[in-house]
């Protein structure tokens, strides 16, 4: 392989028994995880983008459209060889990610040509980003983002450093890169800041007129022509609807954003970098790394929610600067006089950071002493991998001695400590115990020691919660995939290979709920109703209430038109007193507190006639609930089935509104 061709052998063997092991870790989790919602759905809209649907009539999505052109290769491979559509897509990703690797190499070969270590070192971190780091937002529109727009950020390294690019390389890359800033408009922030930063470096107001530049520049171009010559309905009916009720909906209160504690962890790496002592041999890229860290936080702010793929690639680059700046640290033996005090500051300030927003990640050791260790292991590994002062034959083979040594005394003392007086401290002394042993046996004088000593301790808490944040959305989603088993076990026995509408603010996982049953709708969920109940409780001036009088007169009349047209076997009415995106926060005690709205769909949908007309073809039939002793229970479903005949009549109340329509012979059931 040729990225790792100018490596040792060592070093080769090292890293293609980590990127193995780094592609079958990414396999394991994401056969245990629920396929993404947003990248199951947007499959869906692809699909019949594909079959010659158009945004407002077969699918309703408030992305541009490059993103449904980007997922069309899985589509393709799953129709060619009658693959799985999540394995083709799985499949897909990783070829992007090979692929992006790939190109990254060309340019961190050059980077790190006299230090091959850190070359390894920054290339496996980034495969474990690429395939590991996005868990559940796997294939998302951010995963994409970083896998196309990588490449082009070391090439902007690349260049400055005073290296020449031939023109097809530069035009490939650049092409790749403005797939990747094209997917969403926030994106394009990153771009401008990246080449003003350039722009500033070369001291050439003209920099900016480049190859790569100018490949960029006209796909946006014809991006955006293709969109107004092809998908003018998006331009002109989803985009001005998605703008005027979709942030109104899901905006959270700006201290929610901004305090967000991976948030914080992207500024604390960020002022852990500008710490670093001073000089090191790759300003040029870590300084790309932050202005990219700080776009990216930007995109994520302006969108103002805490989706965690919204802060993906600030996050995943964090993570890369991360690793680059203990990197350096590790090969850099002899650090100035200050860099102890600078450590125990920034132990101080990552202890406190854990104890406020990782309280509990002391009971990984109690639960899954497995990932623990796991964790030591990897960060024991790399850091003596790193050590520039062991040169021993062999060294490979003596490292994973050593850390079998310390993993396994660890091990058995955490497991002795549980009949002792010291179990409540546990956790604390296993960790103490592990460090201390790790310096013990680290190459060295006792003034080298102890520097590893502090490191390893930083490193350990720095690490922590990245390890606890997966750890801790890992165990959520394979806990969710289990609730679901309820809903997707009927939707399996009653409406196989037939039309199903969900009635939610919330975008279910088609990936397990459609796996047998067709999607009844245009609709990936009822995104837009947020914004339309909420300016009902705010004041408005009379072309506003208009406006929400029609949008909403609108989005009923398409939902009436669904039932129509697509003919659901059944609707699944989502029935839980506080629905997501239906809530306005009120400060209490220093912290945002949802107040959620009373709010039903029927009521809200009956009063359109043309809803009303397509109503009349269902019935209840049965409640779908999950945590039935729960006062909000995970999900819960009135599930209203599909009749042959066309009237009957209905005479009950919801949420003590009372109606008396033409709709159904059964009421609906009062919570």
Request: some cysteine; proline content about 6%.
């Amino acid at each position: 392989m040729r990225f790792i061709s100018y490596m040792n052998r060592p070093h080769t063997f090292f890293f293609l028994l980590l990127l193995s092991g780094i592609c079958l870790l990414a396999w394991l989790i994401q056969r245990e995880l629920i396929f993404n919602y947003d990248v199951s759905w947007l499959l869906e809209a692809s699909k019949r983008l594909s079959a010659g649907g158009t945004y407002a009539h077969d699918f309703f999505e408030n992305n541009p459209p490059l993103i449904l052109y980007l997922y069309m290769p899985p589509l393709a491979l799953s129709h060619l060889f009658s693959l799985n559509l999540i394995l083709s897509m799985q499949i897909y990703i990783c070829l992007l990610s090979l692929l992006s690797l790939y190109l990254c190499s060309f340019f961190t070969r050059k980077i790190f040509l006299e230090k091959p270590a850190l070359n390894f070192l920054f290339l496996i971190t980034l495969a474990f980003i690429y395939l590991v780091l996005p868990l559940f937002d796997f294939a998302q529109r951010e995963h994409l983002l970083i896998l196309f727009c990588m490449p082009y950020l070391l090439m902007i390294t690349y260049r400055l450093e005073g290296n020449s690019m031939q023109r097809y390389h530069a035009a490939a890359i650049g092409l790749l890169g403005g797939i990747g800033f094209a997917i969403k408009p926030y994106f394009l922030t990153v771009f401008f800041l990246l080449e003003l930063y350039y722009v500033l470096y070369q001291k050439n107001s003209l920099a900016w007129i480049r190859v790569e530049t100018g490949v960029i520049t006209a796909l946006l171009m014809c991006y955006l022509a293709v969109i107004f010559f092809f998908h003018s309905d998006y331009l002109f009916i989803v985009m001005p609807f998605s703008l005027r009720w979709c942030y109104l909906g899901v905006s959270l209160p700006w201290p929610i954003v901004l305090f967000h504690p991976p948030v914080l962890f992207c500024l604390c790496v960020i002022l852990f970098y500008a710490a670093q002592p001073r000089p090191h041999p790759y300003p040029l890229l870590c300084s790309a790394l932050v202005i990219a860290i700080i776009g990216f936080l930007f995109s994520y702010a302006v969108q103002r929610t805490i989706f965690s793929y919204h802060l993906f690639p600030a996050y995943a680059l964090a993570f890369l600067l991360l690793a680059m700046s203990f990197g350096l640290q590790a090969r850099q033996i002899l650090p100035d006089k200050y860099w102890r005090i600078r450590q125990a500051l920034f132990i101080v300030i990552m202890s406190l950071f854990l104890y406020y927003n990782a309280p509990n990640v002391w009971t990984i050791l109690v639960f899954q002493p497995a990932a623990f260790f796991i964790f030591f292991t990897g960060l024991f590994f790399i850091s003596l991998y790193l050590n520039p002062l062991d040169q021993r034959p062999f060294k490979v083979l003596k490292i994973i001695f050593s850390v079998s040594i310390i993993i396994t005394t660890g091990f058995l003392f955490s497991h002795w400590l549980q009949g002792t007086a010291w179990y409540g401290n546990r956790f604390l002394i296993t960790v103490i115990l592990l460090i201390g042993l790790f310096a013990l046996l680290s190459p060295g004088t006792a003034a080298t020691k102890v520097n590893y000593l502090i490191l390893a301790t930083s490193a350990t808490l720095f690490f922590s919660f990245p390890a606890y944040l997966a750890y801790t959305y890992y165990n959520k989603n394979v806990a969710y995939k289990t609730t679901l088993r309820k809903l997707t076990d009927f939707v399996t026995s009653h409406a196989a290979n037939r039309p199903v509408f969900i009635f939610s603010t919330w975008i279910y996982p088609f990936s397990q709920v459609w796996d047998s049953a067709q999607h009844g709708s245009r609709f990936s969920a009822f995104w837009m109703i947020g914004g339309l109940v909420k300016q009902s409780y705010l004041p408005m001036k009379e072309d506003r209430r208009l406006q929400l009088q029609k949008d909403k007169r609108f989005l009923i009349d398409m939902i009436a038109e669904d039932l129509n047209r697509y003919k659901p076997v059944y609707v699944l009415i989502e029935t839980t007193k506080n629905k997501t995106h239906l809530a306005f926060f009120e400060k209490s005690g220093g912290t945002h507190l949802p107040t959620y709205l009373p709010f039903e769909y029927l009521p809200y949908f009956l009063k359109n006639p043309n809803f009303q007309e397509a109503w009349q073809a269902y019935h209840y039939v049965t409640t779908l609930k999950e945590d039935a002793n729960s006062e909000q229970p995970i999900y819960q479903f009135a599930v209203f089935e599909r009749k042959s005949r066309s009237s009957f009549t209905f005479t009950g109340s919801i949420n003590k509104m009372p109606i008396t329509k033409k709709v159904s012979t059964v009421a609906m059931p009062t919570r």
